[in-house]
């Protein structure tokens, strides 16, 4: 078994329960698909726990705009720079050289591993990727049957089908959180998508995003993968979302960083009763 997280963005109390997770299964290796920092508040935090628990990560493109002083900018959101600042104020020397050595992919005989769209870009969304050059031909740039990524913060399996036009469907994503309306999903953890991939057909798969996931729902989101069976499993991971919220306010941090957090983790809006 592997797990698979990605989109950690600073955010050390939702890294810490995935990790608590994890430890419930038998996972040989962890998987990070970049996107390690920027946005929450505690980017050192969160590479000292990935390289404790050795995890296995690639760069993202939130990751590359802390490395690259000159291209930086151009890599996130606009609106987000301030959160860039931030990031380029508190992050320590070793951290930055963590997040240097990144590679932009990896593949191994698990699968391909890449942040945003195969075979090594790290920036726009994977559906606009597949409608452009169709699913064929980004899964036969990973020479695999199965690729990660990671990127939207959102949930999805992209399958290959025969037809030509399109020539993918989807079997899971774009979900409201499970039973919305029962409130006992909001403070549990639980198992929000189990499949049993077929080893004929080959698939994309997004597997959330830990640190900022884009349901609704104050959860984490990573995979559990088991090669030997081929089934795929997401959890929606409960964490110390009221610690963050609180940590953020007493950083003061920027108003764009605010209106970020209040965009994505809605807690109140969705989750009130
Ligand atoms: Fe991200």
Redesign the pocket.
């Known amino acids: 078994m592997i797990a698979i997280i990605?989109?950690l963005?600073s955010n050390e109390e939702a890294l810490k329960a995935v990790l608590k997770d994890i430890n419930d299964f038998n996972v040989e290796e962890i998987h990070c698909l970049?996107?390690i920092v920027?946005?929450g508040p505690d980017p050192n935090a969160v590479i000292h726990l990935l390289i404790k628990h050795r995890v296995k990560s690639i760069m993202?493109?939130?990751d590359y705009s802390v490395i690259d002083p000159v291209n930086g900018y151009s890599m996130i959101s606009p609106a987000m720079q301030d959160s860039l600042n931030y990031t380029l104020d508190v992050l320590e020397e070793p951290s930055r050289e963590y997040l240097q050595s990144l590679t932009w992919a990896r593949s191994d005989e698990k699968g391909y591993f890449v942040?945003c769209c195969p075979p090594d870009r790290l920036r726009g969304h994977i559906r606009e990727y597949i409608e452009d050059y169709t699913f064929k031909t980004l899964i036969e740039s990973t020479h695999q049957p199965l690729c990660f990524v990671?990127?939207?913060?959102q949930e999805m399996i992209y399958t290959e089908r025969p037809s030509d036009d399109p020539d993918y469907t989807r079997i899971h994503g774009n979900q409201t959180p499970q039973k919305k309306t029962d409130t006992s999903y909001r403070n549990s953890t639980y198992t929000a998508g189990d499949h049993f991939l077929d080893p004929s057909i080959r698939y994309i798969i997004n597997v959330g995003?830990v640190?900022?996931h884009k349901n609704g729902s104050p959860h984490a989101s990573y995979c559990l993968f088991d090669p030997k069976s081929n089934r795929l499993i997401y959890r929606h991971v409960r964490y110390d979302l009221e610690g963050l919220l609180d940590k953020l306010k007493s950083l003061d941090l920027t108003s764009d960083i605010e209106r970020f957090v209040a965009k994505y983790l809605p807690i109140d809006k969705l989750w009130a009763v």
């Open positions: 990605s989109d963005h970049g996107d920027n946005y993202g493109n939130h942040h990671g990127h939207s913060h995003s640190g900022f």
